[in-house]
């Protein structure tokens, strides 16, 4: 066997075969199963996609109503998943709560049929309608209230914050809600997705599977970034402290929050989107003065490391469009999550059909035939 070189963070190294989706980082362009991120942001649904992503091709319209029908039907999740949620800590993250109620899925549902695809789509259905309500589910108990259950005549975005807000959601900011989810739900071999498919080869349950994706995703290098970028337009204040703010943060070596990209060396083409978003939100419900620190940030970003290919990522203006929806900054990652258990599904999948363990190797640094020295000697 040829020994490759090391590279940190494994860059540049193909960790697996996909056909689930496609970037190219020198031109922003993202496809999911050929087709380009922008045509399904503004043709398609979050549920038409998901399904796209994991069973490989659009849906007929039969399908998609069956589809919808049978995640309408999961949605509610069992008492004893509620009970459990109400005893964690209201001060804990939700991205915690989530990592945690995902695992605790598999309590209820974990036979590792793995070669039935009955168990496969029952798998793919009940996560794809359960994580919502359990994320809408922690954020209403943590504030002393019941949850409130779903909604049968309501779409799966719409459904979701109102499960949230208690209250129907406008149909502007439901639409524009369900495109987000569209936009994070896959991205080619991210470190959370790398994490499933490590998961998914040891043939172990999807709900561990899911529950080791979300808690990669929620790092601040990764999906966590988004909470963070608030906190830092916020921490910039004004427009006019928005040089002097990067000028110190890259003095200090600091990285800024929203920006850079493994493989994007362009525009990350989700960000122009939901920067697109973040207008339209604007415009019916009025401008926020962190939309205006956020364009003058990515110029004097840009200004200052252009040449090394750092601009917005998909992190940078996500936060703006849910912030506008009066949505809480720590639900954000959750929210990133809901989108990516449809990628990390198909993942899952595409995984098992040519499933072999992740078994890389390392570069040994450390010593050889070391002394064992009695601890009174130490
Ligand atoms: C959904 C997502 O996961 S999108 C990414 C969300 N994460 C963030 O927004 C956090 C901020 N960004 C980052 O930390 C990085 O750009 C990452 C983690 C996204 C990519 O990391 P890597 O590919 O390992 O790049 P790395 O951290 O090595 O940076 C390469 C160079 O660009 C610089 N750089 C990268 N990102 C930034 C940034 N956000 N701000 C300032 N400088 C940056 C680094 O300092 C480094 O410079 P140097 O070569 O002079 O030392
Ligand atoms: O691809 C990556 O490394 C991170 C990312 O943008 C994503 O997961 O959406």
Redesign the pocket.
């Known amino acids: 066997m040829t020994v490759c070189e090391y590279k940190p ?1 494994l860059e540049g190294i193909p960790a697996a075969q996909s056909s689930v989706s496609y970037v190219d980082g020198q031109q922003g362009i993202l496809q999911y199963r050929g087709i380009r991120i922008e045509e399904l942001a503004e043709k398609s649904t979050f549920l038409e996609t998901s399904y796209l992503l994991i069973w490989g091709t659009l849906p007929t319209k039969e399908e998609l109503e069956a589809f919808e029908h049978e995640i309408r039907y999961h949605r509610r999740i069992k008492y004893r998943i509620r009970d459990m949620m109400k005893c964690f800590p209201e001060s804990g993250h939700p991205m915690d709560a989530l990592q945690a109620s995902a695992a605790a899925l598999g309590l209820f549902y974990s036979r590792r049929d793995l070669d039935n695809p009955a168990y496969i789509r029952a798998a793919v259905v009940r996560l794809l309608a359960k994580i919502p309500t359990m994320v809408a589910a922690f954020q209403l108990m943590r504030k002393g209230n019941d949850p409130v259950q779903p909604r049968d005549d309501l779409g799966y975005s719409a459904n979701f914050l109102y499960m949230l807000n208690e209250r129907e959601p406008d149909p502007l900011a439901a639409r524009i809600f369900d495109v987000c989810l569209t936009l994070h739900a896959e991205h080619t071999m ?1 470190a959370s997705t790398f994490s499933a498919r490590v998961t998914a080869s040891t043939l172990t349950d999807p709900y561990a599977v899911m529950a080791s994706a979300v808690g990669t995703l929620g790092g ?4 966590g ?1 988004n909470e963070e970028v608030i906190a830092m337009l916020e921490e910039i204040g004004s427009v006019e402290n928005v040089r002097p703010y990067l000028e110190d943060r890259l003095e200090r ?1 600091a ?8 493989v994007y060396k362009v525009k990350d083409p989700r960000a122009t989107i939901l920067q697109n978003l973040a207008e339209q939100l604007f415009e019916k419900f009025g401008r926020d003065k962190y939309y205006d620190i956020a364009v003058e940030l990515e110029r004097a970003v840009e200004e200052k ?1 252009a040449h ?1 290919g ?1 601009y917005p ?3 940078f203006y996500s936060g703006l469009v849910y912030s506008k929806m009066g949505i809480p900054t720590d639900l954000f990652t959750p929210i990133f999550a809901i989108a990516r258990v449809a990628g990390w599904l198909a993942h899952w999948k595409e995984q098992l059909e040519e499933n072999r363990i992740y078994r890389p190797t390392q570069v040994y640094t450390g010593l050889h035939e070391a002394a064992y020295i009695p601890i009174e000697e130490r």
């Open positions: 963070g991210n601040p290098l990764h999906g970034a070596k990285k800024i929050m929203g920006f850079g990209h493994r490391l090394k750092i990522n998909v992190d």
